[in-house]
């Protein structure tokens, strides 16, 4: 009796009063105001949340950045070098001998710039996938918004890219492309990429917390977006006879968006961008960014139960 008369007291799901009252106990936990215990917050309250901790993310980040190279001797030249290794077997398997560099004038600069703004993408759902099944201690010690941690990671990846950048542009130059006012526009091309890839880090955070062999499944789905953004091919070449549906679902892929609005960027030999692919990077950050932030929020309360 004195158990159930202490759980009757407890939850503020019940519907019968404590002792020496006749109130329910919901009426009485909203009279003051009493709510239950890891219950998600309101959008613009978790969003307000979000915000004050915005030092804690970024110092997260930096944290982050150091622990993942603190043990390789070259320490974060792996980021170059790696994205490099890359686009050096690609364009020996498809640049010669495949010949995917038929008709492009500056396959190098082409090439390269391909392979490091899709690494960032790439490198972006791969980490978003663990920001939560790996942090668990952390959520289940402290509290704070869980979104801090794919966001978190997605700045290490940022990071990691404008790091890259130096050695992209300096490539670029080198292959004999001017430096002009246009690439001032590689700017906003990468902050759409970045609001992007947090709303796409969001989603499979949450997918992730849940379905742990997502991480096994992806490295095949990613492969299979490199193969269809036109890393290291020109999609115009491969879509001139295909159905016109065909042309245009492979000229909307974010993936080969955002390659293409900072090829347009550096390349002044790239083909003229038409204006709408701009807002295709426009739509694509706004509609992953703000619904993959309501998607992660939405399970807010069931990051690290179980």
């Known amino acids: 009796m004195a158990?159930?008369?202490?759980?009757?007291?407890?939850?503020?799901?019940?519907?019968?009063?404590?002792?020496?009252?006749?109130?329910?106990?919901a009426d009485l936990a909203a009279r003051y105001k009493l709510t239950v215990s890891g219950a998600r917050p309101g959008l613009l309250s978790y969003t307000r949340q979000l915000w004050a901790r915005r030092h804690f993310i970024v110092a997260f980040a930096n944290a982050k950045t150091r622990a993942t190279y603190s043990t390789a001797k070259l320490g974060q030249v792996w980021q170059v070098l790696t994205p490099l290794m890359n686009a050096a077997v690609y364009?020996?398997?498809?640049?010669?001998?495949?010949?995917?560099?038929?008709?492009?004038?500056?396959?190098?600069?082409?090439?390269?710039t391909g392979v490091f703004v899709f690494t960032f993408t790439q490198s972006a759902v791969l980490a978003g996938s663990r920001a939560i099944s790996d942090q668990l201690n952390l959520i289940r010690a402290l509290h704070f918004p869980r979104a801090c941690l794919p966001i978190s990671f997605t700045i290490v990846q940022?990071?990691?890219?404008?790091?890259?950048?130096?050695?992209?542009?300096?490539?670029?130059?080198?292959?004999?492309?001017?430096?002009t006012l246009k690439w001032l526009l590689v700017l906003p091309a990468?902050?759409?990429?970045?609001v992007f890839n947090v709303g796409l880090s969001l989603v499979?955070?949450?997918?992730?917390?849940?379905?742990?062999?997502?991480?096994?499944?992806?490295p095949f789905l990613l492969r299979t977006w490199l193969y269809l953004s036109g890393v290291f091919y020109s999609?115009?070449?491969?879509?001139?006879?295909?159905?016109?549906?065909?042309?245009?679902?492979?000229?909307?892929?974010?993936?080969?968006?955002y390659i293409e609005v900072i090829r347009d960027s550096l390349i002044e030999s790239h083909q003229t961008l038409p204006l709408h692919v701009w807002g295709y990077a426009v739509g694509w950050a706004l509609v992953m960014g703000i619904g993959g932030?309501?998607?992660?929020?939405?399970a807010e309360e069931r990051y690290g139960r179980g």
Do not use: H
Request: net charge negative; charged share 15%; hydrophobic share 50%.
């Open 3 to 25: 158990n159930s008369a202490q759980a009757d007291t407890l939850s503020p799901q019940g519907t019968s009063a404590p002792p020496g009252s006749t109130e329910p106990l």
């Open 91 to 112: 364009y020996l398997i498809f640049g010669y001998l495949v010949q995917t560099k038929d008709g492009i004038d500056n396959y190098v600069a082409f090439l390269v």
């Open 158 to 179: 940022l990071q990691q890219l404008l790091f890259s950048m130096v050695v992209l542009c300096a490539i670029v130059l080198g292959t004999g492309e001017p430096l």
């Open 190 to 194: 990468l902050m759409l990429q970045f």
């Open 204 to 218: 499979l955070a949450r997918i992730g917390a849940v379905l742990v062999d997502i991480k096994q499944l992806l």
């Open 235 to 257: 999609l115009d070449s491969y879509t001139d006879k295909a159905p016109a549906w065909v042309a245009r679902v492979l000229e909307a892929n974010p993936g080969a968006v």
């Open 293 to 298: 932030y309501v998607y992660f929020w939405k």
